[in-house]
């Protein structure tokens, strides 16, 4: 399997559940990203990972905790949400931090209910 | 003030028209991005350009750094380029600022 790959593609969960979203990139790369998608918003940078290391965190609410146990790997770890979070999450990977080309997977739909 | 902005933000074209989509940014930048989103989400790079002019099929994109301004043109339009297009700029250190995205509907 090639590019960028999300798992689920789909997630509905209430307010205290918690829950886990997948990103795999099979691009070699060594930067990965997290962003949120919201209705009518640009899109906003949550988490970037260079070379396993957070270099970003841009004041996301503690209830989003990512992890990024390797290069190829990149996790979004949700727990007690509000319907407000409802969006599209999209993992990206690119070569290097900016300002490489980033390559993005077909993102998660979350619905907060 | 988002630091990207677009323009227009819904654009309805016949199928062979000429299409042009602008983008305004208020930061110094090492990059432009170019990128199309379809229906269902998932979003693909077009180009990155941070000088000049660039060509990919019928897809034309080029910036104007002392302007701070770029533009996405889509020659001899067709139905399949309805999709949503993003402009987005980033800076070193992983600084990553998007437009609002230009919704395209090409009617046959």
């Known amino acids: 399997e090639t590019g960028v790959t999300q798992t689920p593609r789909h997630l509905v969960m209430g307010m205290t559940n918690k829950k886990s979203l997948k990103c795999e990139q099979h691009l070699g790369h060594n930067a990965m990203y997290w962003y949120k998608q919201s209705a009518k918003k640009p899109l906003e940078l949550m988490f970037v990972y260079n070379f396993k290391e957070q270099t970003e965190n841009n004041s996301v609410p503690s209830r989003f905790s990512p992890e990024c146990p390797n290069s190829s790997h990149l996790f979004l770890h949700l727990h007690t949400l509000q319907p407000e979070d409802s969006a599209l999450y999209l993992c990206?990977?690119?070569?290097?931090?900016?300002?490489?080309?980033?390559?993005f997977g077909p993102g998660t739909r979350l619905t907060v209910t | 003030k988002n630091e990207v902005e677009q323009s227009p933000q819904n654009l309805t074209a016949q199928e062979g028209e000429f299409i042009t989509i602008n983008c305004s940014y208020s930061v110094g930048i090492s990059a432009l991005h170019w990128l199309q989103q379809h229906p269902g989400g998932g979003i693909v790079s077009l180009f990155m350009l941070s000088s000049g002019k660039k060509k990919h099929g019928r897809l034309i994109a080029t910036i104007n750094i002392q302007e701070k301004h770029s533009s996405l043109h889509i020659t001899a339009s067709h139905p399949r380029d309805s999709a949503v297009y993003i402009c987005?700029?980033?800076?070193?250190?992983?600084?990553?600022?998007f437009g609002t995205g230009t919704s395209l509907t090409v009617i046959p």
């Open positions: 987005a700029v980033s800076r070193i250190g992983n600084q990553f600022y």
């Open positions: 990206a990977s690119s070569q290097g931090p900016a300002p490489y080309e980033q390559y």
